[in-house]
């Protein structure tokens, strides 16, 4: 039996290996790439995606999971080898069901569409990418019926980012938040916006940086198992355990936009970091789904970074690297960083209406897979849904559907859910570290994130992909995904400011 | 035929992709990997190794070239289609010749002993090495014993990076260049040294690296399809023809480290831009062999670089960049960056001495793979061979035998020769381009180098790996590789400095 375990984990490995080295490719082309090196990048990445399908497909791995399921079975539950046969059987019950031809296909086609989105965008041409996103419509509705069997066409894309949920489950999870949300963003913004105008100064790009890094690096990101570089639209990747990156952009009319995203980079970040080394190699070294990842980095950048607690400590050191600063009191800072106001832009929204941005892509990612929405009609719709709950209308696509890079350089289905499901569930979890420790806020305000990361990293990181989230967030808070504690923050924040 | 030439070009192109990936990954470990991200990477780089090695070794690719064969044979030599199948073969029989599994251990084996050497060479710990060299010794002569019925055991190793040349044939080559060579230096070491106190002031990082980029862009880098960045030792890698990165460093208090390696790593890396972009994805695309690629790197840095010429258009634009050199002459400046002396390190030694370094480590490598030098014995005889030859004594073994990365990240054997052969070459093919163009000179006072780099990329670079090294000078020069070029631009370069 020990001998079939490591020949798994042998397999896994190389697996692993095959993915983390097609991650550090996407790295480098998002950060240092020559325009050059584009064609054989995206020839490169999807050589490595049709090698890994190979190797997780191959009936050799089906055959020792089967050999091992007794061994499984005699284990408990959560331990490790009980947990990696687990996982890996649901990724090889998966995989198998994909042919490589279709991965390696469905690559190449996301390299050439990415590649003219990065184009269409800034030129605010919509028909330049509108094939692509049509080829990408159907290889996504392709993908979804290699899983026959679903009772939404959705179903399989949402599962694959967001284990067990479907898009009935979204849709009345999401309902129910509109439902409690819409008044909130009413009663806010019926009143006069913040000032912000202390952070649209000129903030040279050197000082951004060097304070966000030194923010990060107190929250918890470690530098000797990561860095950060400087890209257009900020992620993070991993090409093992022990090594984990974030990337940045700095605007220096817009002191929010690196500090904020670096934040956010940063939580998604130290929940890879904080997997169990021991994992490293297998399934389980990853975060557990797009829900529980955004959540980490959503209670980094929000739950703490935009509270009053946080920048008690930090706010004098900002002063120091801007003295612009100087005769900005903290109380307008803390209201400009929490600015509420109906905006374009889903990335530069604040934590209230961001979810409405979710929610209208959520919907149309639907129907365009259910055929009620045509890829040539997006743009009209797009604007009048956003009319709709937002009062507001774009100028052009370029900060309409061209926004957000999710079609153009994935699928359409399952792309989006996990933002707003990620808001939920760090709310969930955070009442929960609350309530073990009572003492994190007051902490926080002298500089201390380790109670909390601790906290994190025991609770959730280090299990990697051993739980599902609908475990985990059972484990963890004793129930469900729901939207009372991610409503009751909001609330007890916002009525502080905005008396709603 | 024409599909079972598509065939072996896929087949090709995959390999290629997985050795060109590999190269992306050693390029990160040497700019941006944060140290936590080593065990992972050797584990990564040696996987690729290894599947690089089983699908060129794969039997269909033997079948391929034999059906292919008649039709090889059917073409002029110097066809495209026959020179990839000839260039195939080559690499097919050699590396049928070693097991891939030796492949991944000696992968393996290099990036630990690299590991250990980036440790072991600021803390002067031979020791530590130690065993590490000696494991590699013993791989460097398993990897010979792979291709047996050779006269000297450096033999397949040498070939492996000079084509065509052996133990035998560089001896003889270099005991008459030292003959030569010897009373040159003996000649300008027994006069006053060049005073180079200008080139020792405090030069700011960030000028010096902007100065270096204008320079080798000017010089004919192409920035869309490469890029810099920074390292500890300088080098230049590619992931596709229209990808080619070099690196730099800089040193703060010697103006010369970081411009002469920039240009000279520009060299190597204009030679890979040049190759006939047709040649991508295939064995043809790359340089030709070790000798031919450093033929190019010093004829830019030293040829074109250190020339007076080159200083008459570029001096006025460095005074600019650094101010402090406004009351030092253009000639004083000259002399600098040409001075003469007998000194510790190889990557630090004048044009003319620098060859003494390869004999040195040329030597040294036949006699640990003879069994003649033990690697305990290593540092002492580096002490007595280095006082023989240069009449100094390293202080201790950091700047002695643990001073070059070769013996501890590659093998031993093979390694060096390369560098002189390429001084050889260099000047060879530049007296040719000199006499094609007798006006270059001119030109380059000018700022003017296209001719030069027209003339290399047609004669030489485009054809990439069509021709072999001896194929490949004969065609240019319509002669052997031989000394007199260089012994000549030697004497005329420096009897004008110093009357030898």
Redesign the interface.
Known sequence: MEQKLQELKQRL??IY??D??GM??GW?QST??????A???G??MA??AQ?SQEKIIDPAVGKLLDDLQKYAESLPYDSDDASLIRVTRRDYERATKVPPEFVARLSAHQAASYQAWTQARPADDFAKVRPHLEKTLELSREFANYFPGYAHIADPLIDMADYGMKAASVRALFAQLRENLVPIVQAITSQPAADDACLKQTFPEEGQIAFSCQVVKRLGF??????D?KTHHPFTTS?????VRITTRVQENDLGDCLFSMIHEAGHAMYEQGVNPAY??TPLASGTSAGVHESQSRTWENLVGRSRGFWEYFYPDLQKTFPHLKNVSLETFYRAINKVQRSLIRTDADEVTYNLHVMLRFDFELQMLEGTLAVKDLPAAWHERFEADFGLRAPDDKDGCLQDVHWFGGIVGGMFQGYTLGNLLGAQFYAAALEAHPEIPAEMKQGKFDRLHTWLKENIYTHGRKYTAPELVKRVTGSEIAIQPYIAYLRAKYDELYKI
Chains 1, 2 share one sequence.
């Open positions: 490995q190389e290996d095959l983390h080295i550090l490719l480098d240092y790439m020559p325009p050059g090196g064609a054989a990048r020839r490169q050589m490595l090698m470690d530098y000797e198992r990561g860095r570089d090409f093992s355990v022990n090594d490293e190699g």
